[in-house]
C-alpha cells in the first residue's frame, strides 16, 4: 500500500508505526560512513549527524536515533521535521539510495521502469490533487515556488523544477482551467529516480511535496 501524508497520530497507529520501526531499526544497524560515502554528504563524527539538504532546505539527521533538526534560513517552513511520511521517505534513502545525476531528460512516473504499479494512486493524491489545488491559483502556485526557491521552466502556463534530494529534480506544470476546460497538470521526475527509489517512495514524494506546499505558501504569506 502506498503512503499517504493523512495527519495521523503516529504513537497510536500500529499501521504507520510498524513500518517507521522498522526502518529505525535498520537505520541504527547501519555504517553512517557507508551512508555518508554512498550519497556523498557530509557525517560528522563527533556530533554523529549527517547534514542532508530537503526541498532546498539543510538538515542535521543523528544517527543512530535519527533526530532531525533544521538548519534556519528564509524559507521558515521544514516538513522534514513535522511530516512523518518525509522522514519515512529520507530514512529509505538513506537506507538505499545512491549519489547520481540525471542525464537532463525528464520522464512521467508512468514512464519509470515500474510506473504502472501505484499509476491510480500517484494521479489522484498528486496529478489531479497539484491541479485542482492550484490549477485556478496560478498566482499562489508562483508565489509559493518562488519562496521555496524553486527554478522556472518554460512549460504550461507555470512550471517550476524542485530538488527533493541532491541530484533529483522534479518539474512540476500547471495548465490553467477555463469556462471549457478543467486545470490539469503534469510532474516530471529526472531520468535518475530508479537509482535510488522504488514506486512506492516516488507515490509518497509527490503526497509529500505537495502536501508541503500549503506550509510553505502561509510561510510565503507571512514575509
Given amino acids: 500500500m502506498p503512503f499517504t501524508i493523512d495527519d495521523l497520530n503516529y504513537d497510536k497507529d500500529s499501521k504507520e508505526r510498524m513500518p517507521w520501526e522498522h526502518y529505525l531499526e535498520l537505520y541504527a544497524k547501519a555504517d553512517p560512513k557507508e551512508i555518508a560515502a554512498r550519497l556523498s554528504i557530509p557525517y560528522d563524527e563527533s556530533a554523529k549527524a549527517f547534514t542532508l539538504t530537503f526541498l532546498g532546505s539543510d538538515y542535521t539527521i543523528t544517527y543512530p536515533d535519527f533526530q532531525v533538526k533544521h538548519v534556519e534560513d ?78 522556472p521552466v518554460k512549460f504550461g502556463d507555470a512550471a517550476y523544477e524542485l530538488s527533493i534530494y541532491p541530484g533529483y529534480q522534479i518539474q512540476m506544470i500547471l495548465w490553467e482551467g477555463d469556462e471549457e476546460f478543467p486545470p490539469s497538470s503534469q510532474i516530471l521526475f529526472s531520468d535518475n529516480f530508479p537509482v535510488s527509489f522504488a514506486a512506492e517512495d516516488m507515490a509518497v514524494m509527490g503526497d509529500v511535496i505537495i502536501g508541503s506546499l500549503k506550509a510553505f505558501l502561509k510561510a510565503a504569506q507571512a514575509k
Fill in 74 to 151: 528564509e524559507k521558515k517552513c521544514y516538513p522534514l521535521e513535522d511530516m512523518i511520511y518525509a522522514k519515512i521517505l529520507t530514512i529509505r534513502f538513506l537506507l538505499n539510495g545512491s549519489a547520481s545525476m540525471g542525464t537532463g531528460k525528464y520522464k512521467t512516473y508512468r514512464e519509470m521502469p515500474w510506473g504502472e504499479v501505484y499509476l491510480r494512486q500517484f494521479d489522484g493524491r498528486c496529478i489531479k490533487r497539484l491541479a485542482f489545488t492550484y490549477g485556478n491559483r496560478l498566482k499562489d502556485f508562483r508565489l509559493v515556488m518562488d519562496h521555496m526557491k524553486c527554478t
